[in-house]
């Protein structure tokens, strides 16, 4: 299986800075039909995961633009222009490369300072 | 809207099984897949497996290969998961969402599942 490495474990961020998270895989994410298959997720406390980002850097419905991704290859970063109180919870990247069976990282864990 | 609502909590007891539903409206439940996730306590979240709500075509996790079933019923948009053999590991949230095959999109708000005896 793919491994998915995230980078930091746990982030505290100051209202209103930015923040950023990578996400590593073990092997490539781009696929032969041209698309990049990561996808990131945020978890809030209590709630169960929602998408933020899909195929590296399009936002999913309804997210902020202050969420964006990039990337290519097996290196990939989520970042938050303007860290906001309501964007705390853990963070996970995921990739569906292989379509089956996907993986996740470790998550990402952000507070506010 | 779409929405996918999942049955409520559960306790078992070790070695025995669980059924869990998953009740999806606001979209065409057979364009879409749902991929089952489970989340152990304090932990990160693991792909369970995949089915096709078009054709019932399946893909499971290689760990719970044997354990685990997945199916949907049509006629009222319905996904369900069934782990069997149920030990104290198993002990987690379930999660079902709607996949159109490469990555889950609108989840469900979890089951919790305690296997203890």
């Known amino acids: 299986d793919i491994v998915m490495t995230q980078t930091p474990l746990s982030l505290s961020v100051t209202p209103g800075q930015p923040a950023s998270i990578s996400c590593k895989s073990s092997?490539?994410?781009?696929?032969?039909?041209?698309?990049?298959?990561l996808y990131w997720y945020l978890q809030k406390p209590g709630q169960s995961p929602q998408l933020l980002i899909y195929e590296v850097s399009s936002r999913f419905s309804g997210v902020p633009d202050r969420f964006s991704g990039s990337g290519s290859g097996t290196d990939f970063t989520l970042k938050i222009s303007r860290v906001e109180a309501e964007d705390v919870g853990v963070y996970y990247c995921?990739?569906?490369?292989?379509?089956?069976?996907?993986?996740f990282g470790q998550g990402t864990k952000l507070e506010i300072k | 809207q779409v929405q996918l609502v999942q049955s409520g909590a559960e306790v078992k007891k070790p070695g025995a099984s669980v059924k869990v539903s998953c009740k999806a409206s606001?979209?065409?439940?057979?364009?879409?897949?749902i991929s089952w996730v489970r989340q152990a306590p304090g932990q990160g979240l693991e792909w369970m497996g995949w089915?096709?709500?078009?054709?019932?075509?399946?893909n499971y996790a290689q760990k719970l290969q044997g354990r685990v079933t997945m199916t949907t019923d049509t006629s009222t948009s319905t996904a369900y998961m069934e782990l069997r053999s149920l030990r104290s590991d198993d002990t987690a949230v379930y999660y079902c969402?709607?996949?159109?095959?490469?990555?889950?999109?609108?989840w469900g708000q979890g089951t919790l599942v305690t296997v203890s005896s």
């Open positions: 089915i096709s709500a078009y054709n019932g075509n399946t």
């Open positions: 995921m990739q569906g490369i292989h379509l089956l069976p996907y993986t």
């Open positions: 969402a709607r996949d159109p095959h490469d990555h889950p999109d609108y």
């Open positions: 606001g979209y065409t439940f057979t364009s879409y897949g």
């Open positions: 092997q490539s994410l781009l696929h032969s039909d041209g698309k990049t298959y």
